[in-house]
């Protein structure tokens, strides 16, 4: 007997979070191990940034914010939804919160009533579907594979909705695929949420400013859907902010506001100086921190390339995000020193203890082919990875 609530005893454990301990209690003991389980860049924070921070302090912007955020600062939101995304919302239709992460969960809480169907393109990122069981809805999957870049089509979405969808989670570009939906890709797709109005859609463009190839797009911009599309995004990824906290959801108003309430019996307002920071880099032109994009296309070349020369792993070119997803189901079966690779599970703990190489299973995405791979750190440590993965590997007996 425990004493815990059920609530808590059914929710899972973040897998990236967990691989992570893993690695630093290896490395805490003396093992040289590195570490690409977390969705984290390895860049500082920028300089600007943290000059807003600063004045931020000398300003005394230490009391309790207004608990959807300050209003300049979702005003600052609005500006860039509209210059880079062309997306028209009021101050009022504007939620800040503790990162992206908590925008999700509110809207999730706000939305889905027990019993409810949730739709979660798999792969997905790991917490999506901890979220909607917390809430007491049920996850309807669809399932892709690295064959069509993990991408659904507009006939898989509509044979997946019911009189019981009340939501669909996507995200794009995607963790943990890197894939990223093109506009006529997405188009299609909101002609079928316009034919099932009942659905909301939760639209996670948190790494927006990290893509390679064509142009992102919002698909609230699609006028039909509008109202039933809830934008979250952030300035975790792509000015390199994780730690500062600050993400955001667009919605319409009512969800706005439904948002608003249950952030302020839960956390209330984030952090006043971060939210000062997070304006700063809300304001600023993209192409201030171009130069981490260009070192992620240059890591994300680097790692397919060594993943090409891997025996069992399969990889597609992802157009965003600094994950890769191989499909490494090929290895299973595989063995060494007693050790059988039964599965993607399996084969992160043998990497981990073997290569001391620190992945993340496929199985937290709903794809347990797969293996996620983070290349947010320097070239020198990635060609180190493909060095002791294919070692790894290859000391593997049939």
Request: glycine residues 6%; proline residues 5%; charged residues 20%.
């Given at each position: 007997m425990t004493g815990l609530s059920e609530r808590i005893l059914n929710l899972g454990e973040s897998a990236t979070i967990a691989m992570s301990q893993h690695s630093r209690d290896l490395k805490a003991k003396g093992i040289d191990v590195i570490n690409l389980s977390l969705g984290e860049p390895d860049f500082n924070t920028p300089d600007f940034i943290k000059d807003a921070a600063k004045k931020a302090i000398d300003e005394n912007y230490s009391f309790y914010p207004p608990v959807a955020g300050y209003l300049d600062v979702r005003e600052a939101i609005c500006r860039k939804l509209k210059q880079d995304n062309n997306l028209d919302y009021k101050a009022s239709q504007i939620v800040v919160s503790t990162g992206a992460k908590q925008s999700i969960m509110n809207a999730v809480l706000c939305l889905v009533n027990p019993g409810d169907e949730v739709i979660i393109p798999a792969p997905f990122w790991v917490s999506y579907k901890e979220m909607v069981k917390y809430a007491e809805g049920d996850v309807v999957e669809i399932n892709t594979g690295v064959e069509t870049s993990f991408k659904i089509t507009p006939e898989q979405l509509e044979n997946s909705i019911t009189d019981k969808t009340r939501l669909f989670?996507?995200?794009?570009?995607?963790?943990?695929?890197?894939?990223?939906?093109?506009?006529?890709?997405?188009?299609?797709?909101?002609?079928?949420?316009?034919?099932?109005?009942?659905?909301?859609?939760?639209?996670?463009?948190?790494?927006?400013?990290?893509?390679?190839?064509?142009?992102?797009?919002?698909?609230?911009?699609?006028?039909?859907?509008?109202?039933?599309?809830?934008?979250?995004?952030?300035?975790?990824?792509?000015?390199?902010?994780?730690?500062?906290?600050?993400?955001?959801?667009?919605?319409?108003?009512?969800?706005?506001?439904?948002?608003?309430?249950?952030?302020?019996?839960?956390?209330?307002?984030?952090?006043?100086?971060?939210?000062?920071?997070?304006?700063?880099?809300?304001?600023?032109?993209?192409?201030?921190?171009?130069?981490?994009?260009?070192?992620?296309?240059t890591r994300r070349q680097l790692m397919i390339d060594g993943l090409s020369t891997i025996p069992g792993f399969v990889c597609n070119e992802p157009e965003g995000a600094f994950y890769l997803f191989p499909k490494v189901s090929a290895v299973f079966g595989k063995h060494h020193n007693g050790q059988t690779i039964n599965d993607a599970t399996d084969l992160a703990m043998y990497l981990l203890s073997e290569a001391h190489v620190a992945t993340v299973a496929g199985d937290a995405f709903g794809a347990p082919e797969y293996l996620r791979l983070s290349y947010a750190t320097s070239n020198e440590l990635l060609s180190e990875v493909i060095v002791r993965i294919k070692s790894a590997i290859e000391n593997l007996a049939s």
């Open positions: 989670i996507f995200s794009s570009p995607s963790n943990p695929t890197g894939s990223a939906y093109s506009e006529d890709e997405l188009r299609a797709l909101a002609e079928v949420f316009a034919r099932h109005p009942h659905v909301k859609v939760i639209s996670d463009e948190i790494y927006e400013h990290i893509r390679y190839t064509g142009t992102h797009f919002s698909l609230a911009s699609i006028p039909q859907i509008h109202n039933q599309v809830l934008t979250v995004n952030g300035v975790s990824k792509a000015f390199a902010m994780t730690g500062w906290r600050i993400g955001y959801l667009a919605a319409n108003e009512d969800i706005a506001k439904a948002c608003t309430k249950i952030q302020g019996q839960f956390t209330s307002a984030p952090s006043g100086i971060s939210q000062r920071a997070a304006m700063a880099a809300i304001e600023a032109d993209p192409t201030e921190v171009s130069y981490m994009l260009k070192a992620f296309k």
